[in-house]
């Protein structure tokens, strides 16, 4: 099956799920106005905006904020389209009405090459599949926060959404002042005529809800004085003075803590349990038996006074853990395995041009390289952790989540209520990177609060059970083999790739409705089927495995290695051509006008081609991922002959900025994130233990050795791509080029540091 059959069969199959649907997003995703004003005073303007008696604005929030400024970002489309300043724009928490789903975010799923998607009249496949997808979107309504896909999304229905309450204020504020609707404005929240009356928004809000909107028109880019802007974030007062509320800040009256532990194997589970020991424990209440949920494990539970109580009551279980029946997965023969199959082709063909067999057999010169990328844990610096009650047959949770929808299913399930009767309550999240897509521990919370008599409880893993029981990034391996011409041209580039599939194994966790048989995993293979070069003869192949090791999203996913292996593999043609990296792509990317100027740009401000003292050397690499093109050189040393970045020059192209202070800040946490990666961190598991525990053997890069970043942006007019991942892939690529300048030695597995 190739990538065109692909999407042709989803068309077709999903086609038959739309029929009779009506109006096309995003305005179908308005949601409509509350004819009453709720238990706060405020009224509905549609699902999205609420005003108060004090003329704020309170938009509805589905997105969860992990540090990525979505909550700032999101504010300023609505400030600017109603003309108020960020500070008057309050945040309500969203309940699970389908307008708030992530449609951006399953459209991006597909499966469509840079060449087909940038031009201006994608075919017929192309624009049906994008089409049918987005009012598949539309209907499911998941609510949940990934793939650098917030912003996309609420690009067009949120200014939309702020459009139409404005037009129904002026409306309203029309009718009562008796005065035409266009000799009316609002600036600074304020409506007025002139010299004549002026009142804020509280006024004309019951009116305005039973007001049609007319006239409803997007601001002019023109006319814009928000977006575009850094303005501060509106999350950063409360993280200064300590009064945000992330997922282990939740303090409920009688509330008891519960902490967590797993077999030392993976998929093991406890057989014999002898409590004694620990139930005598100071502070220690219960112990419970924790089954599967959602993907996890089976385990066991303490609950306790405190955390700390409940860690010391873990510690006193006397358990005989049980190993599953299967042979525990090993990284070693896992890796053999990969490359085995990566070596002998086939898997599915996600992109095809020319004829790439012919070429190689005709080419001058032939490269073939294997490259590697290890398991890799999330890590995030808050713990896994989730607060749950369960009484009078209601369930409340409090869960730093990015899949709503999904942790309240889980809690439903495991309380055995309806969905209908679990409220759920999205705090901040420490971090997220993918991790919290997984709602395992939403179970596990709502399974334990089952028996704490309608107590509330805090349940959390210690570190090491973060650690040795994540939902790992997969291991991959690719085959790359490229052909010269005569002339030093690229004739041909084939690439084969084999790791885990990651997709149909989060579906079958999170979304069992959605469970598809593996299906080709765009997951796994994206930033090796989608490269902007203009390479004639091109065959990408991806073989999805199934290794019995739990995988999940890891921050820019499949990208995140692919970028690796792509970059490195040019950068070593174009060794083998005699030429200058920078060069050799440039003319690489003749079509890609926006490609070839974000590599400019991050060359021209790194300085490239001037000379560095002894020691040092530059390396480049460019990405695109999530709508979004990243370009970086690096700048780096040896430190007792071990690699440091000492510098990082990024340039980037991620549409329309709405705050660029906040692109820069996600670039910078980027690249730190792809440098922890890049230069130390490996999950390695023998005999289906996982062998790193904690931060002394699964290292984060220290401040001192974090490099200083240059942040650059092109300006765009194009809508908004993705800002929160973009900027890891380039990294570890150009590190390892970088290194090759300097030591001449080519690196080809992850991580760099051994």
């Known amino acids: 099956m190739r990538r065109r059959s692909l999407l042709l069969g989803a068309a077709t199959a999903t086609g038959a799920l739309v029929v009779g649907w009506g109006a096309l997003p995003p305005r179908s995703r308005l949601g409509k106005s509350a004819r009453q004003p709720a238990a706060d005073g405020t ?25 990525q400024g979505i909550h700032t970002a999101l504010s300023m489309l609505v400030a600017e389209e109603l003309d108020v300043p960020l500070s008057m724009v309050r945040l309500d928490p969203a309940g699970p009405d389908r307008i708030h789903g992530n449609v951006a975010l399953l459209v991006a799923s597909l499966p469509l090459h840079p060449s087909s998607v940038d031009t201006e009249a994608p075919d017929l496949t192309v624009r ?4 049918i997808v987005s009012k598949l979107g539309t209907e499911l309504g998941l609510v949940v926060t990934g793939g650098s896909s917030s912003v996309a999304d609420a690009w067009d229905v949120l200014r939309l959404a702020a459009a139409t309450a404005r037009a129904q204020l002026l409306g309203a504020a029309s009718l009562q002042w008796k005065l035409p609707v266009d000799d009316l404005e609002i600036e600074r929240g304020i409506i007025s005529h002139g010299s004549g009356p002026a009142a804020h928004f509280g006024e004309f809000a019951r009116a305005a809800a039973a007001t049609p909107a007319t006239g409803v028109t997007l601001k002019p880019r023109k006319n814009w004085s928000l977006i575009g802007t850094s303005a501060p974030r509106t999350d950063l007062p409360s993280k200064v003075d300590g009064s945000a509320v992330f997922g282990l800040d939740v303090r409920l009256p009688g509330m008891v803590y519960a902490a967590v532990q797993h077999a030392p194997m993976l998929d093991g589970s406890p057989g014999r349990l002898d409590t004694a020991a620990a139930l005598r424990a100071p502070g220690v209440e219960r112990v419970v038996r924790l089954g599967r949920y959602a993907g996890s494990h089976e385990a066991v ?34 890796m053999a395995t990969l490359e085995q199959q990566a ?28 490259y590697s990328a290890p398991y890799l844990a999330h890590a995030a610096m808050e713990p896994i952790n989730c607060t749950a009650r369960v009484a009078d047959g209601r369930v409340e949770v409090w869960a730093p989540t990015q899949f709503p929808t999904a942790a309240r299913a889980v809690a439903a399930r495991v309380a055995g209520v309806a969905e209908e009767a679990v409220t759920l309550h999205v705090t901040y999240l420490g971090g997220g990177f993918g991790r919290r897509l ?9 399974r334990v609060a089952v028996e704490t008599n309608g107590r509330p409880v805090q349940l959390t893993w210690p570190r090491e059970e973060d650690i040795t029981h994540d939902f790992y990034r997969p291991a991959a391996v690719a085959v790359l083999r490229g052909g010269l011409d005569a002339d030093g041209q690229v004739a041909a580039l084939s690439i084969t790739s084999a790791g885990d599939a990651i997709t149909p194994r989060w579906l079958g966790r999170t979304v069992p409705a959605l ?3 593996d299906t080709p995993d765009r997951s796994n293979s994206e930033g090796l089927f989608d490269l902007p ?34 970059e490195g593999f040019v950068d070593e043609l174009a060794h083998a051509a005699g030429r200058d990296p920078l060069a050799f792509r440039l003319a690489l990317l003749e079509h890609a006008p926006r490609h070839a100027a974000v590599l400019k740009l991050a060359a021209e401000k790194a300085g490239w081609g001037t000379p560095l003292p002894a020691g040092r050397a530059r390396g480049v690499a460019l990405h695109e991922s999530f709508g979004s093109i990243v370009a970086q050189v690096v700048e780096v040393v040896l430190a007792d002959g071990k690699p440091r970045a000492t510098r990082v020059v990024c340039a980037a192209d991620v549409g329309t900025v709405v705050n660029p202070g906040i692109v820069a800040q996600q670039m910078e946490g980027a690249i730190v994130f792809g440098l922890c990666a890049a230069l130390h961190q490996r999950i390695d598991i023998e005999g289906g233990v996982v062998k790193q525990t904690n931060f002394h053997d699964y290292r984060l890069l ?12 092109v300006a765009s007019e194009r809508a908004p791509g993705g800002v929160g991942e973009p900027g890891v892939p380039p990294v570890a690529p150009a590190v390892a080029n970088a290194l090759f300048a300097l030591t001449g030695r080519r690196l080809r597995s992850l991580p760099l540091v051994a």
């Open 702 to 713: 220290t401040l001192a050795e974090s490099p200083r970043i240059e942040t650059w942006l």
């Open 128 to 131: 049906g599949s994008r089409w």
């Open 533 to 566: 070069y203009g390479i004639g003869h091109q065959h990408m192949a991806h073989v999805a495995t199934f290794s019995g090791v739990p995988v999940g999203y890891w921050r820019s996913v499949g990208h995140s290695h692919n970028a690796f292996f792509s």
């Open 343 to 370: 070596r002998d082709g086939g898997g599915f063909t996600f992109h095809r041009r020319g004829d790439a067999a012919a070429a190689h057999a005709a080419a001058l010169k032939r490269l073939e390289a294997v």
């Open 438 to 446: 997984d709602v395992d521990f939403v179970g596990q919370a709502v």
């Open 43 to 67: 009224i509905a303007l549609n699902g999205w905006l609420r005003i108060a008696p004090d003329g704020l604005v309170h938009l509805v929030m589905p997105r969860s904020e992990m540090g």
């Open 301 to 334: 539970a303490v609950v306790g006074r405190s955390f700390w109580h409940a860690r010391r009551g873990l510690q006193a279980l006397d358990t005989e853990w049980r190993a599953p029946p299967a042979a525990g997965p090993d990284t070693t023969r896992i």
């Open 515 to 517: 469970a598809l048989a």
